[in-house]
C-alpha cells in the first residue's frame, strides 16, 4: 500500500470520528412508529399522480413524504403515551424494532420495484417512451438524504424548544413552560425563515431575474416596420421592451406566412406590448400601451386581443399565432407586463400587481372601445394563460360591463386560485366531471380539452362567450390543499382521459405529490400538464371568436401546419 493510499484512509477515518457525533445527533433513537408510518408514507409516494417524475424529483417528494410520516407517527407515539395506553414492555421492545425494520426494508423495496410501471402508466398515456426502470437506488438515496435534513431541522427545533422550556420553568408551571416554549420555538423559527432566509432568496432572485429579463438576445433586432413596437416610430423604446416583450412582437407568422397559407387576402398582425420598464406607474403603462394601439391602427382591425402575460411577462404562441392565422392577420393584440419573475414567485412576492395592472391595462382600453362607433370597432376578446387567465378573469368585472359586453375570452390553463373558475366549477351541471364541466345553459361558459367539447347540442350561444380550455393533467389547475385530509373530486370516475387509472388519494402524499407537480408542470409533453397544444387553441379560438369561412378541411390544414412546427 503507498504512503498516498495510507493518507488517504487516515484522512477518511479522521473525517468519519468526526462526524459520527453529528450523525449520532441527527439520527438519534428514531421512533419505531415514526418509521412505520414514514415507510407508508415513502411507499404511498411511489404511485402516480398527475405528471410523470424523474428519478430526482420522486426522491424529493419521497423524502418528503417520509419526513412528514415520521413526523405524524412521533407524534402519534407521544399522544399514546400522555393519554397512559398501554405500551410494549421493555423486553419486547427490541423485538418490535427489528420486526418493525424488516417490515420497512420490505414495503420499501416492493413499491421501488413497482414504481417504473406506475410512472409509465403515466407515460403511455401521454405519448412518451416507456422507462425500463424507475432507478430506485437513486430514489433512495435522495429521499434518505431529504428525510435526514429535515429530521436535523426538527430534532434542532426540539432542542431550541427544551432550551426554552428549561428557562420559562423557573418562573412558570412546567405545562405552561412547555405550551409557551412550542410557540416561541415556532415563532423564533418563522421570523428566521420569513425575515431573513426567504427575504435574503427573494431579493437574490429579483436580482436574478431583472437582469436576465434586461438580457439583449442577438437572435431579434428592433423592427423596421414603423407599425411594429420598439420601431423608430413606436412610442416604446425597444430596449425597455424586456427580453419576453421583444420575443412577443418580433415572432409571429409573417405576411408571406399568411400569404402562403391562405393564399391572399391577408394583413400583417399588430403587436403591441408594453414592457415593465416603459414607464413608471401601471396607469402609466396603461395608457401608453392605449395610444401605441391608437398609433399602430389596432382599432381599424377586425379584431382586438387584450392579453395578460404571465408572471415573466411571456404570452403563449401557441395561443397567440394560432388566432392570427384564424382571423388572416386582421386582428391586433396588446399586452403589459407586470413583472419578470415566474408565476410562483410572483405571487408570493407582489400577488396584486398583475390584477391591478390587468385591470388598468382592460379599463382604459375599454373606455376607449365603448366610445367608438359599434359597426366600426373591432371585436374585443380577453385571453391569458396560467397567472395571465387569473388575472385577466380579474380584469373586468361582469356587472360593469354588462351594458356594452366586451365580446369573449379565451383564458387556459385557469390556475386552482381563480376564484370565477372556482365557482363556475362548483356550479357545474350534476353529472358532469369536474375537469370538463358544464355550466347552466353553456349559453356564456363553456370548457374544453384535448378533446374538442365545444359544440354542445341544444346549447346556443349568447353576446358574450367564455371558453376556458384546461387539461385534466394539469396540476396548476387541478391542485387543491384540501387534498391533505380529503380526495380531490377530480379522482372520481369517469377520470380525465390523461390521468392515469393507478393514481390514488393518500392523505398529506397526495398534496406533496401535486405540489411537485406543479414544479414540473411546464416540463410535460405538448398536449398535457401545463403545456397547451397549438390544435387545442385552435379549437377554442375558432369557438370564442366566431370565426367565419372555416371548413372542417381547413381547420385540419392548419392544424397540420403547426403540428409540423412544433416537430421542427
Not at 425563515?193 to 427573494?202: E, H, P, T, Y
Not at 395608457?287 to 382599432?299: I, V, Y
Not at 397567472?387 to 380579474?394: D, T
Request: with cysteine; hydrophobic share 45%; proline share 7%.
Amino acid at each position: 500500500m503507498t504512503s498516498l493510499q495510507t493518507r488517504g484512509r487516515l484522512r477518511f477515518a479522521e473525517i468519519r470520528t468526526r462526524l459520527r457525533p453529528w450523525f449520532a445527533w441527527i439520527m438519534g433513537s428514531l421512533c419505531t412508529a415514526g418509521l412505520l408510518l414514514g415507510t407508508l408514507f415513502f411507499a404511498a409516494s411511489l404511485t402516480p399522480s398527475l405528471l410523470p417524475r424523474s428519478h430526482g424529483m420522486q426522491g424529493v417528494v419521497s423524502g418528503l413524504s417520509l419526513a412528514a410520516g415520521y413526523g405524524l407517527g412521533v407524534f402519534g407515539r407521544w399522544l399514546w403515551r400522555y393519554l397512559e395506553l398501554p405500551v410494549p414492555a421493555p423486553r419486547h421492545q427490541r423485538i418490535v424494532t427489528i420486526i418493525a425494520a424488516i417490515l420497512c426494508i420490505v414495503t420499501a423495496l416492493i413499491f421501488l420495484r413497482q414504481a417504473s410501471e406506475w410512472q409509465n402508466s403515466i407515460r403511455m398515456l401521454m405519448e412518451l417512451e416507456p422507462l425500463d426502470t424507475a432507478r430506485p437506488i437513486r430514489v433512495g438515496l435522495i429521499a434518505a438524504l431529504v428525510f435526514a435534513i429535515l429530521l436535523a431541522v426538527g430534532r434542532f427545533f426540539l432542542l431550541i424548544r427544551k432550551l426554552i422550556s428549561n428557562r420559562l420553568h423557573r418562573v412558570v408551571p412546567r405545562r405552561i413552560a412547555t405550551v409557551l416554549s412550542v410557540f416561541a420555538a415556532l415563532a423564533l423559527f418563522w421570523s428566521v425563515i420569513d425575515g431573513v432566509m426567504l427575504r435574503f432568496m427573494l431579493r437574490a432572485a429579483d436580482t436574478s431575474f431583472q437582469q436576465f429579463d434586461a438580457l439583449m438576445e442577438p437572435d431579434f433586432a428592433a423592427p423596421a416596420d414603423p407599425l411594429r413596437t420598439g420601431s423608430e416610430a413606436s412610442l416604446i423604446d425597444w430596449e425597455d421592451l424586456g427580453r419576453t416583450g421583444r420575443a412577443f412582437v418580433s415572432a409571429g407568422p409573417t405576411l408571406a406566412d399568411l400569404r402562403e397559407f391562405h393564399g391572399g387576402d391577408v394583413q400583417q398582425p399588430i403587436r403591441v406590448y408594453v414592457g415593465l420598464n416603459s414607464a413608471e406607474t401601471i396607469e402609466e403603462r396603461a395608457s401608453l400601451a392605449l395610444e401605441e394601439l391608437k398609433r399602430a391602427g389596432a382599432f381599424e382591425r377586425s379584431v382586438l386581443v387584450i392579453a395578460t402575460p404571465t408572471g415573466t411577462g411571456w404570452l403563449d404562441p401557441s395561443a397567440m399565432n394560432t388566432v392570427e392565422y384564424i382571423h388572416r392577420g386582421d386582428i391586433a393584440s396588446v399586452a403589459v407586463q407586470y413583472s419578470y419573475l415566474p408565476s410562483w414567485l410572483s405571487l408570493m412576492v407582489e400577488p396584486e400587481y398583475g390584477a391591478l395592472t390587468a385591470s388598468a391595462v382592460f379599463t382604459t382600453i375599454y373606455d376607449h372601445w365603448t366610445r367608438l362607433p359599434r359597426e366600426q370597432r373591432p371585436a374585443l376578446y380577453l385571453h391569458g394563460l396560467s397567472l395571465g387567465a387569473l388575472n385577466s378573469a380579474r380584469a373586468a368585472d361582469l356587472y360593469d360591463v354588462i351594458a356594452d359586453p366586451y365580446s369573449g375570452a379565451m383564458w387556459s390553463g385557469p390556475p386552482f386560485r381563480s376564484s370565477t373558475w372556482r365557482t363556475l366549477t362548483a356550479q357545474r351541471q350534476p353529472g358532469s366531471p369536474v375537469w370538463l364541466p358544464r355550466f347552466r345553459d353553456s349559453s356564456v361558459v363553456r370548457f374544453t380539452n384535448q378533446t374538442n367539447a365545444l359544440a354542445i347540442p341544444g346549447a346556443q350561444w349568447g353576446p358574450l362567450r367564455i371558453v376556458y380550455l384546461q387539461y385534466a393533467s394539469d396540476p396548476i389547475t387541478f391542485f387543491e390543499p384540501e387534498s391533505l385530509y380529503r380526495q380531490p373530486t377530480w379522482l372520481n370516475e369517469p377520470r380525465g382521459p390523461d390521468v392515469s387509472p393507478h393514481l390514488r388519494w393518500f392523505p398529506v402524499v397526495t398534496m406533496l405529490q401535486l405540489g411537485i407537480d406543479i414544479i414540473a408542470g411546464d416540463t410535460a409533453p405538448m398536449g398535457y400538464g401545463h403545456v397547451y397544444a397549438p390544435e387545442h387553441y385552435i379549437d377554442a379560438w375558432l369557438e370564442v371568436t366566431a370565426a367565419e369561412g372555416w371548413t372542417a378541411s381547413d381547420v385540419e390544414r392548419l392544424k397540420a401546419l403547426f403540428a409540423s412546427s412544433s416537430r421542427r
